[in-house]
């Protein structure tokens, strides 16, 4: 199975700071790498796939970058509805695995 | 309009069975491929499996590979979760997530809001 490393595992930021999410997988993925935030109780919600798409709707502070194995998110100007776990998940093969989260807190 | 919800949770035995079921709306559910996705309480996201568009081709983690059987009923807009021989490390919530198999590189969305499953004695 394709191990995916996020780091940090968790994050404390300011509103209005710029952060940077890193994703590491085992082997090469090619860019089938998709971003969610997790608030709590609630469902994931999908921020970017393929790497650095951003979905409809999500605000453009939200970018994703990279491929092969090496992936950031990137949340520029924090927000205080930005503060969540987010993870990542590669798509290239099954099992599709998720990174195991960073939370993101005040 | 919520597009996917989840019903058939709740608190079963060690060694029972529970059928989770998830109604589509408001999309092409027959042109999605659908998956499971399980969160154990305070834990991350683990994918179960996967079943595409018709029905025809099934996947599942190893974890669970011979005791949940994913199926779909695409004139009732539902995906389905057969779930037999639970453990108490099955206890999580349930997710159906769906992905348009046109869009290439296999975006998670939509999401249900997930059922809980609870197996303890």
């Known amino acids: 199975d394709i191990q995916l490393t996020q780091s940090p595992s968790s994050l404390s930021a300011s509103v209005g700071d710029s952060v940077t999410i890193t994703c590491r997988a085992s082997?090469?993925?090619?860019?089938?790498l998709n971003w969610f935030q997790q608030k709590p109780g609630k469902a994931p919600s999908l921020l970017i796939s393929?790497?650095?798409s951003l979905q409809s709707g999500v605000p453009t502070r939200f970018s994703g970058s990279g491929s092969g194995t090496d992936f950031t998110l990137t949340i520029s100007s924090l927000q205080p509805e930005d503060f969540a776990t987010y993870y990542c998940?590669?798509?290239?093969?099954?099992?599709?695995?998720f990174g195991q989260g960073t939370k993101l807190e005040i | 309009e919520v597009p996917l919800v989840e019903s058939g949770g709740g608190l079963v035995q060690p060694g029972g069975s529970l059928r989770l079921s998830c109604t589509a709306s408001?999309?092409?559910?027959?042109?999605?491929?659908m998956h499971w996705v399980r969160q154990a309480p305070g834990k991350g996201l683990v994918w179960v499996s996967r079943?595409?568009?018709?029905?025809?081709?099934?996947l599942y983690a190893d974890s669970v590979k011979g005791r949940f059987t994913i199926s779909r009923d695409n004139a009732k807009n539902t995906l389905y979760l057969q779930m037999n021989s639970l453990r108490a490390e099955d206890t999580a919530v349930y997710y159906c997530v769906g992905h348009d198999f046109w869009s290439g590189y296999v975006p998670f969305d939509p999401w249900g809001q997930g059922t809980l499953v609870t197996v303890s004695s």
């Open positions: 998940q590669q798509t290239y093969t099954t099992p599709y695995t």
């Open positions: 079943i595409n568009n018709d029905g025809s081709s099934t």
């Open positions: 082997q090469t993925i090619n860019i089938y």
């Open positions: 393929a790497a650095s």
């Open positions: 408001g999309f092409a559910f027959r042109s999605y491929w």
